[in-house]
Structure formats: structure tokens, C-alpha cells
């Protein structure tokens, strides 16, 4: 059981450069938000594997590179204006 606190609890993702040549990422996480994904993940698809689970609750996963993508992109930047036409068409739907 987590009994950690928020500042506590950790998501960590670990590649080698060995790793990366075997398509192989290497996560661990104490964080029950992250570990409810990560779960969910697995049972949709393959290429994930827990190979371990703490006595605190974290848990060590292996996961082929093929099987996830991980992407790292800035925040959409969106003006107000362009905020407000974007709400139009539901409003009329919303009547």
C-alpha cells in the first residue's frame, strides 16, 4: 500500500543507450496515478511487463520500445479570440 505523500511519490523513466539500441525502456513508479495508466496500458496491449512490484507499492516495469510512444512537444499556444470561436459551434449546440 502507498502511504507516501504526493511530494514523495515518483515516475521515473530510464533508457540506456544499450537500452535504446534494444528497444527497451525501463519505467518505475510509487505515483498511483501513473500506475493506474501504466496497468491499463499493459492489459491493451503487449510489450509491457511489470518485473517487479516494492513492499511500498511501486512497481518496476519493462517496456518495448515498439509498444508505447513517448512524445515531448510544447503546450498549444491559443489566443483568446481563437478560444471563443472554438466555444461557438458548442453553444449553438447547447442552444
Not at 26 to 47: E, F, T, V
Not at 60 to 89: F, G, I
Amino acid at each position: 500500500m502507498n502511504n507516501l505523500s504526493r511530494s514523495e511519490q515518483e515516475t521515473h523513466f530510464n533508457q540506456t543507450a544499450e537500452d535504446r539500441i534494444n528497444g527497451i525502456l525501463h519505467i518505475y513508479s510509487d505515483d498511483p496515478a501513473w500506475l493506474k495508466k501504466i496497468d491499463a496500458l499493459a492489459q491493451k496491449s503487449g510489450g509491457i511487463e511489470c518485473v517487479g512490484v516494492e513492499s511500498h507499492g511501486g512497481k518496476h516495469y519493462r517496456v518495448e520500445t515498439s509498444a508505447v510512444t513517448l512524445s515531448l512537444r510544447p503546450k498549444r499556444k491559443v489566443s483568446d479570440a481563437t478560444r471563443e470561436r472554438m466555444r461557438e459551434p458548442r453553444k449553438r449546440q447547447l442552444g
